[in-house]
């Protein structure tokens, strides 16, 4: 009779972890928040964008031999080629992306806490440099 009752004491402990093992499974669900991408530099671009040429992406400065939104100089898109291996043509600073990305290359070297610095790098060096700045505040 003991033997009985430990068998059935055994089937029952056996029945019950099987159905406690067969119970549903919890869910845990993901959510997924698409977020704005982070652009330090979003308002300088548009400031210098404003200042160099009043966005006009097929801009032309004869004098400097200066091209696109950002006035990129030759001696500076050859600079950027170098430095990263591009192959951009002149002509290619008249694309909105391109002087961009040439744009954002040497913003980044500075970082997006000084954008003084990077206004003021971007238009040459020394003290000419300042009414540039206070025009680029403007629009900041």
């Known amino acids: 009779m003991v033997t009985n009752i430990r068998k059935s004491v055994f089937i029952f402990f056996i029945l019950l972890s099987f159905s406690l093992k067969a119970t549903a499974p919890s ?12 652009e330090p530099y979003k308002k300088l671009i548009y400031a210098i964008g404003m200042v160099e040429t009043a966005h006009d992406t097929l801009a032309f400065n ?8 950002f006035q990129i100089r030759p001696i500076r898109l050859i ?9 951009f043509t002149r002509q290619d600073l008249f694309k909105y992306e391109v002087s961009e990305k ?11 806490n000084n954008l003084e610095l990077i206004a003021r790098k971007w238009n040459g060096s020394g003290h000419l440099t300042n009414g540039y700045w206070d025009r680029i505040k403007q629009y900041l």
């Open 27 to 38: 869910w845990h669900s993901l959510t997924i928040i698409e977020v704005a991408p982070v």
């Open 62 to 69: 004869p004098i400097e031999d200066a091209r696109g939104i």
């Open 79 to 87: 600079d950027y080629n170098r430095r990263t291996r591009s192959n």
């Open 102 to 112: 040439i744009f954002l290359y040497f913003a980044s070297q500075i970082g997006p």
